[in-house]
């Protein structure tokens, strides 16, 4: 069984640039979720995909955007990449019909934005 | 709002002594509660959790948690640490009644084990 895989694993961008980072779920699961760990911080989460569509939203702005393909992998895409956006970015998969839907996490993409 | 405060941001202790990971939670509806480790320069790996029934959790690598719903806490225990177990703990917590399996996270413990 392949556990959740994340690209790329570092990342660094200048700011106003765009970025999208890529993750693959654990076999069998059909929902992902993105967070945002800044350094010294706990995860926060950014939003959740549930059958290509989006199924919650947490406090960031538009300019972040995420798709799920058919396959239950996904990607996170910033635009107009600001300073603070430097993180690590979390993906974890989960199927969302399990009580407590246990949350599997990847290893993360470092991003640096300068 | 749900909110979660893990009290002590450093927890250094020796190898082979007990340690208790302090949470506390904020909510006015039936909570799951979570507690995950994060090794350096890894994601995030799911020790134990609380979803209904008995108040002590047990989990992986001999950690433990006991559920308070009158102090609305969810303190993590081990009897006997190892060097193995230095990491950042996270708790954790979502709504039940959510369509979006939503974590909420608090900003983590370092438990650094000395020799």
């Known amino acids: 069984e392949t556990g959740v895989t994340q690209s790329p694993t570092h990342l660094i961008k200048t700011r106003g640039q765009q970025v999208t980072l890529r993750c693959s779920s654990q076999?069998?699961?059909?929902?992902v979720s993105w967070y945002q760990q800044a350094l010294g911080q706990g995860p926060q989460f950014i939003f959740q995909?549930?059958?290509?569509?989006?199924?919650g939203r947490g406090n960031f702005p538009p300019r972040f955007s995420g798709l799920q393909f058919p396959n239950y992998s996904s990607e996170l895409n910033v635009n107009a990449l600001e300073l603070d956006d430097s993180a690590l970015y979390l993906c974890?998969?989960?199927?969302?019909?399990?009580?407590?839907?246990?949350?599997?996490f990847g290893p993360g993409t470092r991003l640096t934005v300068l | 709002a749900q909110s979660v405060t893990q009290l002590d941001s450093q927890v250094p202790v020796f190898e082979e002594a007990p340690v208790e990971l302090r949470c506390n939670y904020s909510?006015?509806?039936?909570?799951?509660l979570f507690w995950y480790v994060q090794y350096p320069n890894q994601g995030l790996q799911l020790l134990l959790k609380?979803?209904?029934?008995?108040?002590l959790v047990k989990g992986i690598n001999g950690f433990e948690a006991e559920f308070n719903k009158s102090q609305t806490s969810f303190h993590l225990r081990k009897p006997s640490v190892h060097i193995s177990d230095t990491a950042e703990y996270f708790c954790?917590?979502?709504?039940?009644?959510?369509?979006?399996?939503?974590?909420?996270f608090g900003s983590g413990t370092r438990l650094s084990i000395r020799p």
């Open positions: 974890a998969s989960s199927i969302l019909s399990d009580p407590g839907n246990e949350q599997f």
């Open positions: 076999s069998g699961h059909n929902t």
């Open positions: 995909y549930y059958r290509e569509e989006e199924n």
């Open positions: 909510s006015s509806v039936s909570v799951y």
């Open positions: 609380y979803l209904s029934g008995s108040t």
């Open positions: 954790a917590v979502s709504d039940p009644y959510s369509s979006a399996s939503k974590i909420i």
